[in-house]
Structure formats: structure tokens, C-alpha cells
């Protein structure tokens, strides 16, 4: 293992530790169609020569043609010359929802997301909540959203334990 391999993981470890909504190995390996194991190496730096996994891991944390080379060769992605390219339109997946919340869900900044659990079983069901806020929002803004969510999550969380109690009767 050599300096510009650690630093080419450690560079796309915080690229997808960055992103938001969060990426998580598992996801990777399964884009990628690799073992979260493979994930996990390349961002440890165990790896003796830059390929074809590690340049589409890249490609598929937005990272510009060149980027993987220059990293590897001891700079900072922050420091790379080229500028991004536009994304590629991605097709964007049919979740099966109204086009008012899948239009919400693509369009805000995701600040929050949470499951509730209606019971103890899976079969109980479970409450999915996705906390939004305006993408170019100001930290200030941000705070003030945090805020009323925090008072909503309570009322959430109760209506929660209140259906745990029906289900038990």
C-alpha cells in the first residue's frame, strides 16, 4: 500500500461520506456490482494500481475525467484544474408515489430522514419521514426548519406509540 493509493481512498471515502443523501458501501458495491469488502479496500488505499472499479467508483461520485490520476498522483480533488462537467440526466426511479411527493422528494435539500415504527414487528407498518428544506436554504433557515421538526417529531413519535397501543389490543 503507497501514500497516493491511501490518499486516493481516503479522497473517494470522503467524496461519498459527503454526499447527500448519504451513500453507504453496501450501495456502492451494488452500483458498482462488487462486495462492500472491495468498497472498503479501495478506500483503505489496498489496492496496487488504479482500475477499472476504482474509475467508476469515481464516475459514479461525479468525479471529472482526469481526477482519479491526479489524485493518485498526490493532489487534492478540491485542487483538481478541470471543472466538473453538468451531471448526466439520470432516469429517475418510479417510486410509486404521487408526483406532488416524488417531485418534493427530487427537488428540496434532504436535511433528515427517519423510519417510525408503528409496532415491534414488520408487520406492524412503519412511517417514513423525510425532512426538506430549499436547496440554496441558509444555515439560519436550516436551524429554524430543525427547529419545527424537532416539536412535530414529538407529535409523530406519539401518534406512533398511540397505533403500537391499538395494535396490541
Not at 71 to 99: I, K, Y
Not at 129 to 143: F, H, M, N, T, W
Request: hydrophobic share 35%; charged share 35%.
Amino acid at each position: 500500500m503507497d501514500e497516493d493509493s491511501k490518499l486516493l481512498g481516503s479522497e473517494l471515502q470522503a467524496s461519498r461520506e459527503g454526499r447527500r443523501p448519504k451513500l453507504l458501501q453496501p450501495d456502492v458495491g451494488a452500483a458498482l456490482n462488487v462486495s462492500r469488502t472491495t468498497i472498503q479496500n479501495i478506500e483503505a488505499g489496498r489496492f496496487k494500481k488504479i482500475n477499472p472499479t476504482i474509475r467508476e467508483y469515481a464516475k459514479l461520485l461525479g468525479w471529472p475525467d482526469g481526477a482519479v490520476e491526479y489524485v493518485h498522483a498526490g493532489g487534492r480533488l478540491a485542487d483538481f484544474p478541470d471543472v466538473a462537467p453538468e451531471p448526466e440526466p439520470r432516469e429517475v426511479p418510479d417510486l410509486g408515489l404521487s408526483p406532488t411527493v416524488e417531485y418534493e422528494l427530487y427537488s428540496g435539500r434532504t436535511l433528515e430522514s427517519t423510519v417510525i415504527n408503528l409496532g415491534p414487528d414488520e408487520d406492524d407498518g412503519h412511517i417514513i419521514v423525510v425532512l426538506q428544506g430549499r436547496k440554496d436554504a441558509s444555515p439560519e433557515e436550516i436551524q429554524k426548519v430543525a427547529e419545527r421538526y424537532r416539536r412535530v417529531r414529538r407529535r409523530i413519535q406519539i401518534v406512533a406509540s398511540d397505533a403500537d397501543e391499538v395494535a396490541d389490543d
